[in-house]
């Protein structure tokens, strides 16, 4: 059993270590989302890419964080699917990407993460009508709100 004394809680290098560490795995979990999103994106339309708001990877990384803290296997026990919402509101979202934090460990729970397109002015329109005319790519622009549920694949 580890024991911490009151001078290791409040000495500096004792929560220094142990952040890092988590740190570092939300910020290699931000870095493979921002590429398996946009491997994802160019999969659904390849003469598009994916446009994502600046810190989002990071707050979906944290929020992965903070679910996997109660799950059994952590974030190794993680699949994570992203869908996008479609451009038309009847329509269900469209299937992303899906990724697993481990691949020898068992899945124990499923976060589903839908992303909402941002709502495109006509000032953003038209240079896109513009691209799309010309040959260049077209651009899917993700809005910085989304939604996500955890879906456990076990039984207490």
């Known amino acids: 059993m580890n024991s911490v004394s009151a001078y290791d809680i409040f000495d500096e290098s004792y929560f220094e270590s142990e952040s890092e560490e988590q740190l570092e795995e939300k910020e290699l979990l931000s870095e493979l989302i921002f590429e398996e ?3 994802g994106a160019s ?3 390849p003469d598009s890419e994916l446009v994502i708001p600046e810190g989002m990877t990071d707050r979906i990384a944290d929020s992965i964080f903070q679910m996997a803290q109660y799950e059994p296997c952590g974030l190794k026990g993680c699949v994570i699917y992203f869908n996008i919402d479609s451009d038309k509101k009847s329509e269900k979202p469209q299937k992303l990407v899906k990724i697993r934090c481990d691949n020898y460990t068992v899945a124990t ?4 993460i839908t992303l ?5 002015p006509w ?3 038209v240079p896109q009508l513009f691209r799309s005319l010309s040959g260049n790519t077209s ?6 709100n989304y939604t996500s549920s ?7």
């Open 109 to 112: 729970f499923e976060v589903h």
């Open 139 to 144: 651009s899917i622009i993700i809005n910085k």
């Open 123 to 125: 000032s953003r329109i």
């Open 116 to 120: 909402q397109r941002e709502a495109t």
């Open 150 to 156: 955890l879906k456990k694949l076990f039984r207490n």
């Open 37 to 39: 999103l946009t491997y």
């Open 43 to 45: 999969r659904l339309n």
